[in-house]
């Protein structure tokens, strides 16, 4: 004795039958109200797009169901994906006028700070280029062609005449000496 009951579809009752039960099984896994909502709703898109390839061996509900579980899995992937991020929307202003949404990527940077990291690395400029010059003329010309002006090692020695040793000497005095007059000057401001 076979018991094999097959099940059919009527779409036209899926809301009135199915929506409610649909939604609380969202809710529970999404938490997010809107949300749910389009699921449910892109579950019965789906549902009625692949109709004919319902089978009628499991109840329209479960099959229903079984949509709407795909439906979750890929929002939480797409969430989790790098493409996914970027679209997550995330509110820029909740006033009036002026609400709305962003796209993550395109949200304003902090103008604020990139303008006063520039003016800090100007200030910071300005102090190292006066400890700079404050050094003795040969520790500041050997500090300069060495750092600021990459010159090889060989070619300083012969320009200036002196040897490699004297040369990373002045090289070790002039960086303490430069040390000492940054934290004088910017550090303890």
Known sequence: MSTNKEHNLN????VKLHADYLFNFTISRINNYDLAKDLVQDTFFAGLKA?????GK?????WLISILKRKIIDHYRKINSVK???????????DGDREGEWIEERVPTDWNSEVEKV??????????????SGLP?????????????????????????????????IIHRARTQLRKCMEDNWFKN
Do not use: H
């Open 119 to 132: 003016i800090e690395n100007n200030e910071l400029s300005e102090v190292l280029e006066q400890c700079i």
């Open 11 to 14: 779409p036209n009752n899926w």
């Open 84 to 94: 996914g991020r970027a679209e997550v929307k995330m509110n820029f202003y909740n």
């Open 58 to 62: 499991a109840s329209e509900r479960t």
């Open 137 to 169: 003329v040969r520790y500041e010309m050997v500090f300069r062609m060495k750092t600021i002006q990459q010159f090889e090692t060989a070619e300083i020695c012969k320009e200036l005449e002196i040897t490699s040793s004297n040369l990373w000497v």
């Open 51 to 55: 109709k004919d390839n319902f089978k």
